[in-house]
């Protein structure tokens, strides 16, 4: 297919993190800046706190000064949640970013993504990690990722979110697991299960660049069963890391930030979540200043 010769590296020089906790206190912040570190990148840090915590943040700083970790740092800022619209209009329209970190709110219980990961979805075109709530509040998560999951249902998303997974891949020297679960069949139900499988895993192949697996060791599964279900008893089995997917798949048709599937993994995933998009200039319904619109609602 069309990736097989196509380079695996993506530089990573400029990274946007968009938490709503205070830095002492947030996982999320300790990954960014490890992530940071391994690309030799610029971390932007946006907190959006209330009121009063933005004013005991600011209160630490010029007493203490920042911790000796936070020297990763290009700017870090605290932002009262009600601004955070505004705040992200202008952070995004004047940078570059080559990938955004997007921190689910801890008191959204699995209920929803929370406001920060629902408007960072909306508005940028670039590569997102979410940190789900599904992970644990007291996790410390591996910024060089050992196990990678990349699953894919062969769209054009799908397909962008691959390039990425190899250049991780590679970047780390991980396990790279591809995965593609075939909906609506059971195992079960197969006189010859492997043989069905046969032509999705040829199609992953295919898709694999030729130098890449002098770098990293790749797997190729074929699941049967529900998507999402399949993908999270996928990653558990593995230890994943981190798991790449593309923002929406072949059966979606809506303008939403992602598919329902996407959405369930998100919710419920325990690692960070690499989420890859065809660009937001080219997707039908949406202009630049409808987009703008949709963040600032």
């Not at 000064?65 to 209009?89: C, M, Y």
Request: glycine share 6%.
């Amino acid at each position: 297919m069309q990736l097989r010769n196509k380079p695996t590296r993506i530089p990573i020089e400029n990274i946007l993190l968009v938490t709503d906790g205070a830095p002492w206190d947030n996982v999320a912040v300790l990954y960014g800046i490890d992530l940071a570190r391994e690309y030799v990148a610029r971390l932007q840090v946006i907190h959006a706190v209330s009121a009063s915590l933005q004013k005991r943040i600011l209160e630490v700083d010029s007493l203490y000064g920042r911790r000796p970790e936070e020297k990763s740092f290009v700017g870090r800022r605290t932002v009262e949640r009600e601004r955070l619209p505004i705040v992200l209009l202008q952070a995004l329209d004047p940078n570059h970013f080559d990938l955004v970190i997007a921190a689910s709110s801890r008191e959204s219980d699995r209920k929803g993504l929370g406001e920060i990961v629902e408007r960072i979805l909306f508005a940028v075109d670039c590569p997102v990690i979410v940190l789900g709530p599904g992970i644990p509040g007291n996790e410390v998560l591996r910024a060089k990722p050992r196990t990678i999951l990349y699953a894919t249902d062969f769209s054009r998303q799908s397909f962008n979110a691959a390039r990425h997974a190899f250049c991780w891949a590679q970047q780390h020297q991980a396990w790279l697991a591809m995965l593609h679960v075939v909906e609506g069949v059971r195992r079960s139900a197969l006189s010859a299960p492997d043989s069905f499988a046969e032509p999705f895993r040829g199609w992953m192949e295919e898709l694999v660049p030729g130098d890449l697996e002098l770098w990293a060791e790749v797997d190729h599964r074929i699941e049967f069963g529900e998507v999402s279900e399949m993908i999270l008893s996928t990653a558990q089995k593995l230890y994943a890391d981190l798991i790449v997917l593309g923002a929406n798949s072949l059966e979606h048709v809506g303008e939403t930030a992602v598919s329902a599937n996407t959405k369930q993994v998100l919710l419920r995933a325990d690692c960070p979540i690499l989420l890859v998009r065809q660009p937001m200039a080219s997707r039908y319904s949406l202009t630049a200043e409808q987009k703008h619109e949709l963040v600032a609602a």
